[in-house]
């Protein structure tokens, strides 16, 4: 990270204040990130956010009253919202594959080491998304698990009404997306160039109402499914 930026901020937000002395911990003895405020639970997250306008959430799942997805849709339906990384157990998929659905950038696991933390933070505050590689598995077989054949069926028709309007270099650029590339690898699956690609990714934020690449992805798993 340019050593010229301010500090990323970031809110830590989760009921177990041993956790969040901990995170504060780690991230504040970083000199590229700080941490401006604390929450407990949702709603004093998005009253933290309010306040502080940091450049992250670092957001529990689980917690009482107002939980961590209730929290991260509210945040997100705002406009110029943070950027929301999940904090989360293999316990949570179902919460977790919700947030990312309501557009929150990533999660990491409450065990994963420190300095993968740090950077997991950093990636999000620059717009790239973070899946922990440990459970990754298991969002996608949760994105992709059972369902009754009316919710699949609704599911996949809402899904395909909202990429109908797109262009067939859009659609092939959100499939790219889906596949897992980066926009150079997707510059030379389709041949043009890194500024094209970046130019039909704005439109797909744009016209599919979304906010960052892990909402494509899935809307376009789920036009698959």
Same mark, same amino acid.
């Given at each position: 990270m340019d050593s010229e930026r301010e500090p990323v901020r970031v809110v830590i937000v989760d009921d177990d204040q041993l956790v969040r002395m901990a995170l504060r911990l780690v991230i504040d003895g970083e000199p590229d990130l700080t941490v401006v405020a604390e929450a407990a639970d949702g709603n004093a997250a998005i009253t933290a956010v309010d306040e502080q306008r940091p450049d992250v959430v670092l957001m529990d799942v689980r917690m009482p009253g107002l939980d961590g997805l209730g929290a991260t849709r509210v945040l997100l339906a705002?406009?110029?919202?943070?950027?929301?990384?999940?904090?989360?157990?293999?316990?949570?998929?179902? /919460?977790?594959? %919700? #947030? /990312?659905?309501? %557009? #929150? /950038?990533?999660?990491?696991l409450k065990d994963t080491p420190p300095l993968r933390i740090l950077d997991a933070v950093r990636a999000v505050a620059d717009g790239t998304p973070v899946l922990s590689p440990a459970a990754t598995a298991r969002v996608i077989?949760?994105?992709?698990?059972?369902?009754?054949?009316?919710?699949?069926?609704?599911t996949r028709r809402a899904a395909r009404e909202r990429l109908s309007a797109l262009t067939e270099r859009e659609h092939e650029t959100a499939r790219a997306i889906a596949d897992g590339l980066g926009n150079p690898e997707i510059a030379q699956r389709l041949h043009i160039s890194v500024a094209t690609v970046k130019a039909h990714t704005g439109s797909l934020f744009s016209k599919l109402a979304v906010q960052n690449r892990v909402q494509i992805a899935l809307l376009v798993r789920d036009a698959e499914e």
């Open positions: 705002r406009p110029a919202p943070p950027r929301v990384l999940m904090l989360t157990t293999f316990d949570s998929d179902d /919460l977790v594959l %919700g #947030a /990312l659905r309501a %557009g #929150a /950038l990533g999660f990491v077989a949760a994105a992709t698990g059972p369902q009754s054949s009316h919710a699949r069926d609704s």
